[in-house]
């Protein structure tokens, strides 16, 4: 492709280069050339956050940025995770423990934003706070407050 | 230990956690090549011309088709004679979304790019958007052969005015259940690969087999040369029932390609292809007396079907029909429905399917009941509950007979856990406090029916049948496999269905796999929706198991020297009762069950397996009572849930943790449809408004409140489980609950009915005196 340029991202602190057309989603640099499928999309308007993965610490809708925009960064995908409960991270335990999904296809942004939430309030955080803090994923099948029940559960056994 | 009732981890989570699931659009065989639609722009035109060339020139673009390359191809099955819905539009389209031409590339980027580039010239045809417009004498017609926007009307027998006269009271609503849309978060996709071994389709749909079915006979090909798979599927309810075009033509697409092909939706995309559900407008008319005894009620439907009738949508008002008098003994009921159709996108079923809306109906009635006799909701409703003796109670259709309920149980729980008088003291208190938002109270007292079902009862609906299989196979170590008919789309089935196997045959949870969505290798099966799972496909893994276990207590029994009425089966190893010590572990006996010289005459190598086709004399019949506490601020109009309690019967219970989330996902639909959710056509162009989630609102964590949960169980007769189904419970009682409460705030303003969504706006201009 004469178009194309090269995007070098550390995902899951690995290093991936690939030659890509400019325009491509960083969702799609992770789905379909790094073949991470956990990441998913739900919408193409950025609005239910299935795709949510974290750039150099910060969570970030990887459908509404460029893998361009990407370049140099490091990523974390829900395939990065991994923690002291049987490999899982206290988040994705407290998924498990508490029933936070169902379907599981909204479950992985989900994860990354819990995650990216409990990191930025150190754990310090009301329900209100946990239900404001993950506004931005939609979930269809739980009615919400399991998934609050389970991000409660991480922070309470977060490892020390 | 028994598994069932015990809340136990699923078996799904581990790999759904880890980003290890499997869901359509992460499969990418090799050469896998992607398809897009392009969609009408127009809800009613004539197709002039379309203009493939640019398209085809565009970089990565492998081909594009239009209707006329699949005329050796039938319509999508399951339509009216007349009425049938093309597979692509064909010379008109009638609803905005309407797929008209495939561009096929490398590519789903390059797929955009060629559709951006195709051009379709359309001459305008008169718009019928709204059930109004398209019943009206000089309407225009979206079927010319069929003469009548009216697809069925299904008349009543005697118009009840008699009856309603002669009470002391009669009230009259004009309700509109408004259309929503199911957006379950993984859109519509699948592959289709049809190699020289056969065809196989990936698809996210709620039954696979049903899909199979269809598709090797529109096909014209044998079943066993199409194999369908539904893998993880990311939502459904109710969507992933309906057949789209693309499961159609993705297969000849592939064929003729000479490789894999994969359509996925964007949003945008979904929110016009997928089928949207409800949108029926109801007039029911209540006769009752002073004692607030309900003595008639008449239910006229009418059902919006969108541009085509699809088999299910034709269907809803059946259901709403069926259950109009909801908990309540009515002496006289009478029923009518007719369904038109309109520019829309086709509607069929979503999360309840029909029984929302007669939920709905009949509980906002029997409020205006209690308004008008100055009696509390409440007592009304408790003075024409059916008793809980009186079941199983005839209705006024003789196809519905309820199964078991206790109505003035589930009541008096539910005013418990809310404080009911408390609150309704609270509001007393508060009233013409201005400093105050306004407090509102509402109740549900609802049921369903669910469990489909009885022999008929999914045949109607264009399916093979009503029963549900499975099929149990222990293998020789002793673990277990479940094949099961039933195919999951978030419901948990892996973990339930091996808590009733584990329970039955004495093999430990961990050893038993149950396996779903696949027509090569699971039996055959019906399908995942009115929930059916547990009481219909969980009944015939329980029986399965049940008859599994009799052969194998026959080979332990011969093993051991004992009689097989004395072995009880516990820990994986099969025990003589008052004989400590002698035992077989279930691995033995399975290994031995594969060896004719191990096994007694009378059985047959590899009899420890059972395939079951479970059919239910009857429904289920789900019921509940939820009440919800409302604040509306008086400058806005914004109504707030302060609390909603939630009490459920669906009789036996597998797994409490998996059947409350149930609960609070339906609950959560049913306050979307009450407060937020609407699907809006412009009634002038049949442009959709909301097409998008910027403007279609789904709500989030932050627009939901935390849910009060109990329970009552009345098992149900009609399966070994007894149990009633949970899966559309919480989206059929919920509404009505919400919409009461804010009617019950409204009170003042001389407030009736509100019809949903009780947006600010809505709200606040009944406050100022408007309509609703």
Known sequence: ?160 | MSLVGAKVLRKEDPRLLSGTGRFVDDLAPAGCAFAEFVMSSEAHARIVSIDVRRALAVEGVLAVYTAEDFAEFPDVPGGLPDLERPTLARNVVRFVGEPVAIVVAEDRYAAADGVQALEIEYEPLPVVATIGDATATDAALLHPAHGSNVATVVPMLEDLERELDRCDGRAHLHIVNQRCVAVPIEPMSCVADWGVDGLTVWATVQAPHHLRNYLANWLDIPQVDCRVIAPDVGGGFGSKIVWYPELFLAPVVSKRLRRPVKFTQTRSEAMLQMAPGRDQEHDIDIGFDNDGRIRALRLVVTQNVGAYPDPTGLGLAVLTTWMAAGAYRIPEVQTSYRTVMTNTTPVAAYRGAGRPEAAFSIERIVDVVARRTGLDPAEVRRRNFIPPTAFPYETHNEAVVYDSADFPELLRECQRLMNYDAVRAEQEARRGDLSKPLLGIGLSCWLEIAGFGPNGSLEGFGHLASWESAQVRVQPDGSAVIFAGSSPHGQGHETVFAQIASDELGISFDRIQVRTGDTATVLQGIGTMGSRGVPTGGSAVKVASQRVLARAKKIAAHLLEASEHDLEVVDDAFNVRGSPGKKVGWADVAWASFQPLSIPPELQAGSLEERLFQESPNFSYPSGAYGCVVEIDRETGRVTIRDMVIIDDCGTVINPLLAEGQVHGGVAQGIAQALFEQMVYDPATGQPSTANLMDYLVPSAADLPDFVAGRVDTPCPNNPLGAKGIGESGAVGAPAAVINAVVDALAEFGVEHVDMPATPERVWSLMQGGSS
């Open chain 1, 1 to 160: 492709m004469s178009r194309s340029v090269e995007v070098s991202i550390v995902v899951n602190g690995r290093r991936t280069s690939h030659s890509v057309d400019p325009r491509t989603l960083l969702v799609h640099y992770l789905r379909d050339r790094e073949r991470l499928t956990g990441t998913h999309v739900g919408f193409d308007t950025s609005n239910c956050g299935a795709c949510t993965v974290m750039v150099d610490g910060e969570t970030v809708k990887s459908c509404t940025i460029l893998a361009v925009q990407a370049d140099g960064c490091e990523v974390t995908t829900v395939e990065g995770l991994s923690g002291p409960f049987d490999g899982r991270s206290a988040v994705q335990e407290g998924f498990r423990q508490c029933h936070g999904l169902q379907c599981g296809y909204c479950t992985p942004g989900m994860l990354m934003a819990a995650t990216g939430l409990i990191e930025e309030s150190g754990g310090e955080i009301s329900d209100e706070e946990i239900r404001e803090g993950l506004e931005g994923n939609l979930c269809r099948c739980t009615g919400y407050e399991m998934i609050v029940r389970s991000v409660r559960w991480a922070i309470d056994n977060a490892p020390s």
